[in-house]
């Protein structure tokens, strides 16, 4: 099986940065895209970022200039520089990757359990 595991969240001040990681293990032939996505009670998940396998990288409007993603693919890791913070930024984040395994023609996408972010005084 594949299991993403995010850490790095926590409490943060308005302002303030975190750095979130997250790792892929398990049974993996090769890993395409990945980014982060978020969900605040009541609302629906939404994607934050994206990065390709060869690194481009795509960012939704409100996080531009702020968030950054990048990725270590020796590692199969992808982690989220988040500068700036505000409290809207407040949720829990998830991770997601694209992923093929061995005995797979496909890729599928899986995601991480959620680690909670709380931008506050």
């Known amino acids: 099986q594949v299991q993403l595991v995010e850490s790095g969240g926590g409490l943060v001040q308005p302002g303030g940065s975190l750095r979130l990681s997250c790792a892929v293990s398990?049974?993996?032939?090769?890993?395409?895209?990945m980014g982060w996505a978020r969900q605040v009670p009541g609302k629906e998940r939404e994607l934050v970022a994206t990065i390709t396998s060869r690194g481009s990288t795509s960012y939704v409007d409100f996080v531009k200039g702020r968030f950054t993603v990048s990725r270590d693919n020796a590692k199969n890791t992808v982690n989220l520089q988040m500068d700036s913070l505000k409290p809207e930024d407040t949720a829990v984040y998830y991770c997601n990757a694209r992923v093929r395994g061995p005995y797979s023609s496909a890729y599928s996408n899986y995601w991480g359990q959620g680690t909670q972010v709380t931008v506050s005084s």
């Open positions: 398990g049974s993996i032939f090769s890993v395409d895209s």
